[in-house]
């Protein structure tokens, strides 16, 4: 339900673009976290926008990251600034859905996304 794009190889300092997507028209992201997992790590929260827009960042990204809804696009985003080595990891983007006709309300996880930060 949710899919993740965006990902990919980056040199430390260099910036990545997020972005997860629910398929489906009558589909929509009302509020939803990025995680991550790296190699031997447990998945841990990065950021998260409630439905009523509070943001929460992980202290490791505080300043780096944003996440942001776009309702235009239905999306889920997450930029990625002065990335470091220690960043890499599988992203997952966590998401409530609604369905709008029914009302009904789903959490759904996308598939993830490698993330690596290397020279």
């Known amino acids: 339900q949710l899919v993740e794009s965006g990902g990919g190889l980056v040199q430390p300092g260099g910036s990545l673009r997020l972005s997860c997507a629910v398929s489906g028209s009558i589909f929509s992201i009302i509020d939803g976290a990025w995680y991550r997992q790296a190699p031997g790590k447990q998945r841990e929260l990065v950021a998260a926008?409630?439905?009523?827009?509070?943001?929460h960042y992980a202290d490791s990204v505080k300043g780096r990251f944003i996440i942001s809804r776009d309702n235009a696009k239905n999306t889920l985003d997450l930029q990625v600034n002065s990335l470091m080595p220690e960043d890499t990891a599988v992203y997952y983007c966590?998401?409530?859905?609604?369905?709008?006709?029914?009302?009904?309300?789903?959490?759904?996880w996308g598939q993830g996304i490698q993330v690596t930060v290397s020279s």
């Open positions: 966590n998401g409530d859905v609604l369905n709008v006709p029914s009302q009904r309300i789903h959490s759904y």
């Open positions: 926008v409630s439905r009523g827009g509070s943001i």
